[in-house]
């Protein structure tokens, strides 16, 4: 994998010893009303460096995917912070939000949400026309490079429906780095893969950390996958229960 990244120390590898690029300090959420009200997330505190592959892993319901809206700037906490950079932005007005979602965080969900009726490049290009800095042209050029990256370079023009289910996700990875974010978000993003599919995806993401010093956080419940990241998260009721290297399989 070649993107190329702003996120290096001066000998060309990931920044070392650098503040946390994304990081949160006593995040509190509630999802529900009435009695029906549930304290999905209870005070979790955590940093990712530059370089980091981190899995989150837990059971169905332990607040895994809300912790990472809240850390995409996708969803509020009810109290805490979320630093993307050093910046607190878990209480930042909706436009200084969303700027920052196009500028700095890619996300990959466990469907790949491409838009039917566009071909590989058009759903790649998409974040680009909304952070809107470069000309159309240049838009597709870097569309063509990433789908290359992914391995489907061949396949740019073809509509979405026509790829693979594979394919598709590895799209998603691609749209993903459109505007070159430093953080890179992937909630289940092999859960409707097989497993040859499913380690080239997390294959693209590992390197993607390593080589080009991103923060990627992959909230997980496969161990294999959990076993391939730098750092393994628990989570239980929507408390840490664990932070440290994975177990080797």
Known sequence: MNVETNHRSDDGGPAANAAPILSCRGLHRHLGEGEGRV????????????????AVAGPSGCGKSTLLYALGLLDRPDAGEVRIEGENLAAAGDAVRTRTRNESIGFVFQF???????????????????????????????????LEQVGLGARQDRLATRLSGGEQQRVAVARALANDPSI???????????????????????????????????VTHNEEIAARCDRRVSMLDGRLEADGAPPAL
């Open 39 to 54: 304290h999905v997330l209870r005070g979790i505190s955590l940093d990712i460096g530059a370089g980091t592959v981190c």
């Open 184 to 218: 890179v978000l992937a909630d289940e993003p092999t859960g409707n893969l097989d497993a040859h599919n499913a380690r080239a995806v997390v294959d693209l993401l590992v390197a993607l950390a390593r080589e080009r010093g991103r923060a990627v956080v992959i």
């Open 112 to 146: 790949h949400f491409l838009l039917p009726e566009f071909s590989a490049a058009e759903n790649v290009m998409l974040p680009m026309y909304r952070l809107g800095r470069l000309a159309p042209r240049d838009m597709r050029r870097r569309a063509g490079y990433l």
